[in-house]
Structure formats: structure tokens, C-alpha cells
């Protein structure tokens, strides 16, 4: 399967920072990178600096929500990209886990591409709004696990209205 538009665009670093700034600015202000998206996977990254921190010397839980949220929306908007007929996306509900102090480079990834493409299928199919847990693990840079994001995401063919 080759590579969409929105694959293309999600992997130029250039591209990507410019539709974080008009789109999502507070993901621009992060820092957060794409650094990989295929049909199965995303991978994210966010960095602990001066804008990203808590007053506990780590990485502010918001910021390491936003990454992996956009590991697993990536894979969404992937796949709804230039859908016929279109999907509409909607997180309804997150959990999370944390396991330490996420300082340095902190990298969230999702692999749950294919349980997305089975949601978007249902929704297609019966019209319905469909949900599913989209899971995503952020790692530190001794790839110790930080934190574990599951964001529930709600897929529906948009109506004509």
C-alpha cells in the first residue's frame, strides 16, 4: 500500500511543523515531533525543556498526553484521510498511567493502526458510531516505560446535514 498524502505531509518534519502551528499551536509550542507514521504505526516525540516541565524537575503530564494523543490521531487521520464516505473523529474518554519521571527525550508510540482500520470499516458499514481504546506507550531514552496513554476514540460517517 503506498503512502497517502497525509502520510507524506505527517513525515515532513517542515510540512508537519508548519500544520502544528496553524492547527494545533500548543503542540507547535511543545516541541512535538512526528518521527515515524506508516498504515500500523506512529511514533511521536516530545522533548523535557523549559516550556514542557512541572515544578517537580519532569515533564508535565499535559505534555506527554499531547504526544501520545497525536500518536494515536495520526494513525486516525491516516486512515480517514480522503475517506468516501468521510469519518468524523472524536475522542470521548483517556486514561492514563504513569511509571516515572519523564525527563530527556520521551518517544509515545501506537501500533494499534489495523485495530483502527476494523473500526472505521464497522463504522462504514453500519452507520453507527463506533468506538474503540487506541493504546500508546511513551519510553524514555534508556527505554524505560514513563507512561501509558489508552485514548477511546469515537469513528462516524459524517451525515449529510
Same mark, same amino acid.
Given at each position: 500500500?503506498?503512502?497517502? *498524502?497525509?502520510? +507524506? $505531509?505527517?513525515?515532513?518534519?517542515?510540512?508537519?511543523r508548519l500544520y502544528l502551528l496553524k492547527s494545533l499551536p500548543m503542540a507547535f509550542i511543545a516541541g512535538i515531533r512526528v518521527k515515524e507514521l506508516t498504515? =500500523?504505526?506512529?511514533? &511521536?516525540?516530545? +522533548?523535557? +525543556?523549559? $516550556?514542557?516541565?512541572?515544578?517537580?524537575?519532569?515533564?508535565?503530564?499535559?505534555? =506527554?498526553a499531547m504526544a501520545a494523543e497525536m500518536s494515536t490521531g495520526l494513525l486516525v487521520m491516516n486512515a480517514i484521510y480522503k475517506s468516501s464516505p468521510p469519518i468524523s473523529m472524536l475522542i470521548i474518554e483517556n486514561k492514563a498511567s504513569y511509571y516515572k519521571k519523564a525527563v530527556? =527525550?520521551?518517544?509515545? &508510540?501506537?501500533?494499534?493502526? *489495523?485495530?483502527?482500520?476494523e473500526i472505521i470499516d464497522k463504522a462504514k458499514q453500519s452507520g453507527e458510531s463506533i468506538s474503540a481504546d487506541i493504546k500508546s506507550v511513551g519510553v524514555d531514552e534508556s527505554g524505560d516505560k514513563v507512561a501509558e496513554f489508552i485514548f477511546t476514540w469515537s469513528l462516524k460517517v459524517k451525515s449529510n446535514s
Open positions: 500500500m503506498s503512502d497517502s *498524502k497525509f502520510q +507524506k $505531509l505527517a513525515n515532513n518534519s517542515f510540512l508537519f498504515q =500500523e504505526k506512529a511514533i &511521536t516525540t516530545v +522533548k523535557f +525543556k523549559w $516550556l514542557t516541565q512541572n515544578p517537580f524537575r519532569s515533564m508535565y503530564f499535559a505534555c =506527554e530527556g =527525550e520521551i518517544t509515545f &508510540t501506537c501500533i494499534d493502526g *489495523k485495530i483502527i482500520s
